[in-house]
T-cell receptor, first 113, second 111 residues
Framework: ETGVTQTPRHLVMGMTNKKSLKCEQH?????MYWYKQSAKKPLELMFV???????ENNSVPSRFSPECPNSSHLFLHLHTLQPEDSALYLC????????????FGQGTRLTVV | AQSVTQLDSHVSVSEGTPVLLRCNYS??????LFWYVQHPNKGLQLLLK??????LVKGINGFEAEFKKSETSFHLTKPSAHMSDAAEYFC?????????FGTGTRLLVSP
């Protein structure tokens, strides 16, 4: 248990559905992240939040919409996804955004059908 | 910009034999370096970290890594592999703004 909890662990959704991924950290960290991990590809950083403010958006399609209501919670809202969006989505947190070690959740395995 | 290169996509060892996972980094200043492990369908777990203190870093589960500035390397080792060590391992460098991940090395352990 790393102190970062993601729900759900598994999600199957159709291309017209709207769903949300949730992440909660209990470590008192100030930074939170969404990563995408696809088979045979390097880990992709999607979004970075520092003190609830988005500081980085790495050219992620608008069908992915992050939300950070407070420093302990992070959401990823999904709508009109494509099959190629199927992947393991990992949430992480760190003390700050200065490249300190990150602590990861267990991930949500997303399948788009 | 900082980068890491994991030299092997797969490493196969027998249980009880030593493990060596290789990592080279590129950095314009003294970096922070990490090794993470990921078991199937799980998140990444921090194994160990180097932050400019001792060059030989000990981590969890018997793993250690040595920072060698002259070789720009940060190889991960373990004297004796266990079946439970089978997983994917990521070498990571910090560029003071974010973590930069290597492409990973899959460790296979046979009985």
């Amino acid at each position: 248990e790393t102190g970062v909890t993601q729900t759900p662990r598994h999600l199957v959704m159709g291309m017209t559905n709207k769903k949300s991924l949730k992440c909660e950290q209990h470590l008192g960290h100030n930074a939170m992240y969404w990563y995408k991990q696809s088979a045979k590809k390097p880990l992709e950083l999607m979004f970075v939040y520092s003190l609830e403010e988005r500081v980085e958006n790495n050219s992620v399609p608008s069908r992915f919409s992050p939300e950070c209501p407070n420093s302990s919670h992070l959401f990823l809202h999904l709508h009109t996804l494509q099959p190629e969006d199927s992947a393991l989505y990992l949430c992480a947190s760190s003390q700050d955004i200065r490249g300190t070690e990150a602590f990861f959740g267990q991930g949500t395995r997303l399948t788009v059908v | 910009a900082q980068s890491v290169t994991q030299l092997d996509s797969h490493v196969s060892v027998s249980e009880g034999t030593p493990v060596l996972l290789r990592c080279n980094y590129s950095s314009s200043y003294s970096p922070s370096l990490f090794w993470y492990v990921q078991h199937p369908n799980k998140g990444l777990q921090l194994l160990l970290k180097y932050t400019s203190a001792a060059t030989l870093v000990k981590g969890i589960n018997g793993f250690e890594a040595e920072f060698k500035k002259s070789e720009t390397s940060f190889h991960l080792t373990k004297p004796s592999a266990h079946m439970s060590d089978a997983a994917e391992y990521f070498c990571v460098v910090s560029d003071l703004q974010k973590l930069v991940f290597g492409t990973g090395t899959r460790l296979l352990v046979s009985p």
